[in-house]
């Protein structure tokens, strides 16, 4: 059984940073494309970047590329997302994924999402 576990978010004032972290158990770790999306309230899930099994190949959104930062640690099962310079417009629960095939960084759309972790929520005050 796959399970993806998020962890690192909470409630900053703007400026700050946080890592997030997503442990994954259930699959071969480095066999898979990781990512993180988010979902802002009241707003549709947002693709946020993702990373290749081997962790050479990132895809970002563009315009978060400049702040959030997405890695992995294949020794322990492990994706961050470092987000620096957070603003108000980054709360959101944050979602950790796994896309369905490997053979690509690119997610076009939710439905290649193979399995979802169960969130974090990031909260971002003035």
């Known amino acids: 059984q796959v399970q993806l576990v998020e962890s690192g978010g909470g409630t900053v004032q703007a400026g700050a940073s946080l890592r997030l972290s997503c442990i994954a158990s259930?699959?071969?770790?480095?066999?898979?494309?990781m990512a993180w999306f988010r979902q802002p309230p009241g707003q549709e899930r947002q693709f946020v970047a993702a990373?290749?099994?081997?962790?050479?190949?990132?895809r970002n959104t563009p315009a978060l590329k400049s702040r959030f930062t997405i890695s992995r640690n294949n020794a322990i099962n492990t994706v961050y997302l470092q987000m620096n310079e957070l603003r108000p417009e980054d709360t959101a629960v944050y979602y950790c994924?796994?896309?369905?095939?490997?053979?690509?960084?690119?997610?076009?759309?939710?439905?290649?999402?193979?399995?979802w972790g169960k969130g974090t929520l990031v909260t971002v005050s003035q």
């Open positions: 990373i290749s099994g081997s962790g050479t190949t990132i």
């Open positions: 259930g699959l071969t770790f480095n066999d898979n494309v």
């Open positions: 994924a796994v896309r369905s095939s490997p053979d690509s960084v690119i997610f076009e759309t939710t439905d290649v999402v193979k399995y």
